[in-house]
């Protein structure tokens, strides 16, 4: 099996548009595989989750991408094909992963409503539970940062995730990239990304974020 040409490539980051059950394979080991893959919460199905401003300020529409849980086979790759490993969402697939302690907490900061008050995200880093608390409600985000993906996480949230993780990985992969929040982390941390994304629409969006000069830390 041949890995496709790449949708964009630079000298940190690399995009592969696909289905990375099929590209992943093809890749060998990287040393850290962060990503957030569907829960199965129906995110933004039919229109109903952020709608209203929200929906207008974004680049993002109803669709089923987010109809089912990611199956228990792939995650299990996903989390294998590297060194270390940090799931977002973890949560929701406990039931293939380890009990240990070393969880990432990113609490957003918003008040009492009907969004989660923060996620979650499994990772094999060793070492005890750390939380971040970075806002994230609606359109109040701090930095006002763009938000072009309905589950998109926060830059200073992956980069945190990232920093996090033992020995300063060099290599990063994320599966379910999204609007290529990982790779933009890793390119201002310095670090080599690979990103599948099977939506074309998150590869153009991402390929415009990595065009972007590497920010300053």
């Known amino acids: 099996m041949q890995t496709p040409k790449p949708y964009y490539e630079d000298d940190a980051v690399t995009i592969y548009h696909g289905d990375c059950r099929e590209i992943m394979p093809t890749l060998g ?3 850290l595989v962060l990503t957030d893959p569907p829960y ?4 933004y199905a039919n229109g109903k989750m952020g709608a209203g401003v929200l929906a207008k300020q974004s680049t993002y529409e109803a669709a089923s991408w987010d109809a089912a849980p990611v199956e228990d086979g792939l995650i299990r790759d996903i ?7 940090c799931i977002w969402g973890g949560n929701y697939y406990s039931h293939l992963l380890d ?3 070393s969880w990432l907490v990113w609490d957003k900061e918003n008040g009492a409503n009907y969004f989660a008050d923060g996620e979650l995200a499994w ?6 539970v ?5 806002m994230w409600h609606g359109m109040l985000r701090k930095n006002n940062e763009q938000r072009d993906h309905p589950t998109q996480k926060p830059l200073d949230v992956i980069m945190w995730a990232m920093s996090l993780c ?5 290599t990063i992969l994320d599966p379910c990239a999204g609007s290529g929040t990982t790779g933009r982390a890793a390119k201002d941390l310095g670090r080599k990304a690979v990103l599948i994304e099977r939506e074309e629409r998150y590869c153009e969006i991402a390929a415009r974020r990595m065009a972007q ?3 300053p830390l």
């Open 123 to 128: 990772t094999n880093y060793g070492g005890a």
């Open 99 to 101: 009990g240990g302690p």
């Open 130 to 134: 750390r939380i971040k608390r970075h």
């Open 213 to 215: 000069e590497v920010l």
């Open 40 to 43: 199965g919460i129906g995110a």
């Open 79 to 85: 989390i294998t094909a590297g060194k270390r490993a």
């Open 29 to 31: 080991r990287f040393d």
């Open 166 to 170: 033992p020995g300063e990985p060099q």
